[in-house]
């Protein structure tokens, strides 16, 4: 194992470290507890949002912190959950009085520690609403999750609920909003490789030369079924027939189309599979209306990608247009 790091046991605190050095004129970074707040949080009248998970998916969380998304992000070591302290100190650090909303992907350990944080702050007086993300239609019950886990339209909700709060929208509404484009989206991922967690120094899952892992999960988690590698337009039907299947999505349906890399995907071939995706769009009658494609939510240097398609109306795509500053999102700023 060859990993850009001093030692196993220092990866999220030395990590932490750069995004400091490297974003401190826009964020706040604590390393007791850890977490990454938006420099002018908390905005007076201004519904917070805060967000979390295991490190190892960046730029989620921590790359989405700042104006027309995220308050605050919570980062657990890798693959794992961060603590109800680290949740609760992010929500008191964003909270203006106007109510927070809890971004969470169904991951137990996520689901247990949000949902203890939001406790313990209403007993403090915090008005907190929660937003669940549950896109993904490769499994039903994994080994992190009970139901489908949350993965690409994470990202999505975390923009576009973002833009809602931005906007002033009320606690409920902005919560209602994510709620509804984790409603209207799906998603499916591959691999052509594993990953390698720095503590452990061994693949999450086994593949030979010539095979790739259908529907796997963001922390390595190995998917449907393994077969034998193919075309990219051959992954793209693959992973998209699912998800239009699923909502299901129908001939004349506004989409947004997501082609988000694992980590160690190269931009030429995240093309390569986002022509795909739009060719075979095209073929279900689906207008592609926004996109986006690159390395957004990934699985350390994972290779492979995920495709992630949202049903859009006027209002969500509003929102995904709405002015964005964050270091890994960016535009109309």
Not at 13 to 34: E, K, T, W
């Amino acid at each position: 194992m060859k990993k850009l790091i001093n030692a196993h046991d220092r990866v999220v605190a030395d990590a932490l470290r750069g995004v400091q050095a490297a974003h401190g004129d826009r964020l706040r970074v604590s390393f007791d507890p850890y977490m990454i707040v938006r420099a002018d949080a908390p905005v007076s009248g201004k519904v917070g949002l805060i967000s979390g998970g295991g490190s190892g998916h960046e730029p989620l969380h921590g790359g989405y912190v700042g104006r027309g998304m995220l308050d605050a992000a919570c980062p657990g070591e890798v693959f794992t959950s961060p603590t109800p302290d680290q949740m609760l100190a992010a929500t008191k650090a964003v909270d203006s009085g106007a109510g927070v909303v809890h971004i969470v992907k169904n991951y137990t350990g996520d689901v247990l520690n949000f949902e203890m944080a939001a406790d313990l702050a209403g007993a403090d007086g915090v008005q907190v609403e929660t937003v669940l993300t549950n896109d993904d239609v490769a499994v039903e019950d994994s080994l992190y999750t009970a139901g489908r886990r949350g993965v690409g339209v994470t990202v999505l909700v975390e923009k576009i609920a973002g833009a809602a709060a931005e906007a002033g929208r009320s606690l409920q509404e902005v919560a209602e909003i994510g709620r509804r484009v984790n409603a209207q989206g799906r998603s499916m991922g591959m691999a052509l490789t594993p990953c390698i967690t720095p503590a452990s120094g061994h693949p999450s899952f086994e593949l030979g030369d010539d095979e790739v892992e259908i529907g796997i999960g963001i922390h390595g988690e190995p998917g449907r079924f393994k077969e034998k590698a193919g075309t990219a337009a051959q992954i793209a039907e693959r992973l998209l027939t699912p998800i239009v299947e699923d909502l299901p999505f129908s001939s004349g349906d506004r989409v947004l189309a997501f082609v988000n890399g694992m980590g160690g995907t190269p931009l030429l071939e995240l093309y390569i599979v986002y022509a795909e995706v739009a060719r075979l769009a095209g073929e279900h009658g689906l207008r592609i209306e926004r996109n986006l494609v690159g390395n957004y939510i990934t699985s350390l240097e994972m290779q492979g990608c995920s495709i992630t398609l949202l049903k859009l109306d006027d209002e969500l795509l509003e929102y995904w247009d709405a002015p964005v500053d964050t270091p890994a999102l960016r535009w109309g700023a």
